[in-house]
């Protein structure tokens, strides 16, 4: 790796390692203690972060360099967060992280340290990380869950028996077989079949960080990762990750996601592994992750003379949120369409948002998948009320919470009723011809008891328009009062068939085909918000737009909305 990087040959590279070894001169040059603070969440996530960026990045800049500065640093935040009165094994995570952080200094400086230290990090593995790790009765269940924290606490876990096995070799062995065993059925459930991440683009980056940190250490270790990377739909999901971001500079958002589109320097890994240098083609490469030392790794791997821009325009899966991805092209002022079915009971991150959908064109998002309050905030909102955020059953105060629930989503609300919280939309078929992109949804399981049958059909047309054409069939013996909603951060124009959308000189049209719909304009809140979540309403940065439609009981409809340029 070092002969890489040294050789200049590759720019990305080079790019990636003077961007980590800038990281390693700050952390020198601020030289502050880390210190035991949890969030206003009482988490010490941040803080366990932080300890890993700098110990991973000072580390790796030693063992580069050989400057003691980097020795000095690392050695520091060791000292610092083992002093810790605990890693707050409450929330599991915050150990995982602090333990990840701690093994790579141990491991990688060991002959450098002094002795207190050395004897330091041993003490807080043991008692913070295998003791609470082998704890029945409290954590143990932890490691099995089925979402990124069964990836972040295994690897964890892992690196860190591998780390410490000469201290601990017959509890390290057996630790490390639980962890892989764990894991294995973890990442099944979460990749299979088809790579779409339940938890969005935002979570795949941390949880596959660590599913690969934990691959890499396993072959390096034991010569084999024993089959972790051959799990069903594992290498299929870098091709969800690089769909995820839409062509206007956002990210496809749904579930508890950021908009933002973040570097997936994780892909460099799918790159080597599997022969892909094309998924790097849109990376930037200026690196600012706290695993930044794997990354750089496999890059020095690939020739960057392979890397090459990709030519799918389609992506479509299975799974516990199916979905489909559609562009005409990769450049900014290409159409981009990120469409999903899901469920809101199939991961701890999902919303009342079977439908949803967001759409760029032009440079621009026109359709928008609203972004949720802090996790902070809306921990501290509810607190108030003695409730919780991570309830999600039917009476839950999830979803009233703004932009959980499917009023401020681009789907429909059926006689003002939430959508139901057990229903699962279905992937229906898959278009996929003649400039044709998209896919169509059974989304009945959302509305048992206000509608027979709901089906949604998206697709860009010729790299010109969207259409998305709804389905509804009304009960024999109940009328469906159908709300469509439309976020968006344009400005607004009604007119007869529909409203003008622009941003400044560009302008679209979203036009219904239906001549007895109402237009509606205004974000709409469930019944009986508390007044502690009131504020995340009035503080939306969006405008809702839409129509309304009543479908007689015993009667069908198609309504077909068109989005197009003007």
Known sequence: MKKAVLSGKS?????????YM?????????????????????????????????????????????DPKYLWRAESVL????????????????????????????????????????????????????????????YLEKFHMKNNWGQVLNAGLVVSCIAFHELFPDRAERLMDRAIAANAKVADFIYSPDGIYPEGHMYWIYGTSYQIMMICALNHYRGTDNGLSDCKGFAKSAWYEVFTSGNSGKAYNYSDASVAIKRHPQLWFFADKFGWPGIVYNEDHHLDDRLGFLWIYYASKVSPKEIKAPQELLFSGLGSQPLVMARSGWSSNDLYLGIKAGGAMKNGH??????????????????????IPTYAK????????????????????????????NRQHSTMTINGANQHVDGC???????????????????????????????????IDSGECLHIIDSISALPDKDASVKW?????????????????????????????????LLEEGLEKPDDVPDCLLPFYASSPLRFIGFRLTVPAGSSVSVKTTIQKI
């Open 22 to 66: 800038a990281m390693a001169e700050e952390c020198v040059r601020k030289d502050k203690p880390i210190e035991y603070k949890p969030n206003e969440s009482g988490k010490l996530l941040p803080v366990s972060r932080e300890a890993l960026r700098q110990i991973g990045c000072c580390a790796y800049a030693y063992r580069f360099t050989k």
């Open 11 to 19: 720019k990305p590279l080079s790019i990636m390692h003077s961007t």
């Open 378 to 405: 809306s921990e501290k909102a509810l607190r108030t009320l003695g409730e919780s955020l991570w309830h999600r059953d039917s009476a839950s105060i999830r979803w009233k919470v703004y932009a959980y629930n």
């Open 425 to 459: 939309g279905e992937l229906l078929h898959v278009l996929d011809s003649a400039g044709t992109y998209g896919g169509a949804f059974d989304l009945s399981s959302f509305y048992p008891g206000e509608a027979l049958y709901v089906s949604r059909e998206a697709f």
């Open 485 to 517: 909603v439309f976020p968006t951060a344009a400005e607004t124009e009604r007119v007869a068939d529909g409203f003008i959308l622009s941003f400044g000189n560009k302008r679209m049209k979203l036009q219904v085909d239906n001549p007895f719909v």
């Open 350 to 371: 999902a919303h009342l948002d079977g439908g949803s959908f967001v759409f760029d064109a032009y440079g621009k998002r026109w359709i928008e998948d609203p972004a």
């Open 79 to 138: 000292n610092d967060v083992c002093d810790f009165p605990t890693w707050h094994p409450a929330h599991y995570l915050d150990v995982a992280e602090m333990a990840t952080a701690v093994s790579i200094g141990y491991d990688w400086l060991y002959y450098k340290l002094d002795k207190e230290t050395i004897a330091k990090c041993e003490r807080a593995i043991a008692d913070y990380l295998f003791d609470t790790a082998d704890d029945e009765s409290g």
